[in-house]
């Protein structure tokens, strides 16, 4: 098992950044794929970045390429999600997930999946953009 705990959501405005963190415990090793999704109001849970920590591949949306950045610090078993030049449209729940995958190139396939093949979620923290 897998806890996922995510923070750092908040309200911003157009143009800004925030910084999005996902604490992993327990059997962290067993996970080699980790991403970030995000669901907006009466909308479908979307991939955002994904990350392979076999090899430290990333993969991103087309929609976040260039703004945003993942990344994880293995000494904290921490995600992060940079997000710069914030829009509205980013506007959304954000959530953590991992799950095993053994391949980068599956790792980045579930991104474009709505996260039905990922095992572990946390609780999701808001993130709000204002125009």
């Known amino acids: 098992q897998v806890q996922l705990v995510e923070s750092g959501g908040g309200s911003v405005q157009a143009g800004g950044s925030l910084r999005l963190s996902c604490a992993a415990s327990g059997d962290t090793y067993s996970s080699d794929c980790m991403g970030w999704f995000r669901q907006a109001p009466g909308k479908e849970r979307e991939g955002v970045a994904s990350?392979?920590?076999?090899?430290?591949?990333?993969y991103y949306a087309d929609s976040v390429k260039g703004r945003f950045t993942i990344s994880q610090d293995n000494a904290k078993n921490t995600l992060y999600l940079e997000m710069n030049s914030l829009r509205s449209e980013d506007t959304a729940m954000y959530y953590c997930?991992?799950?095993?995958?053994?391949?980068?190139?599956?790792?980045?396939?579930?991104?474009?999946?709505?996260?039905?093949?990922?095992?572990?979620w946390g609780q999701g923290t808001q993130v709000t953009v204002s125009s």
């Open positions: 990350f392979y920590t076999g090899g430290g591949s990333t």
């Open positions: 997930a991992a799950t095993v995958t053994g391949s980068s190139g599956y790792c980045r396939l579930l991104l474009s999946r709505n996260g039905d093949r990922f095992s572990y």
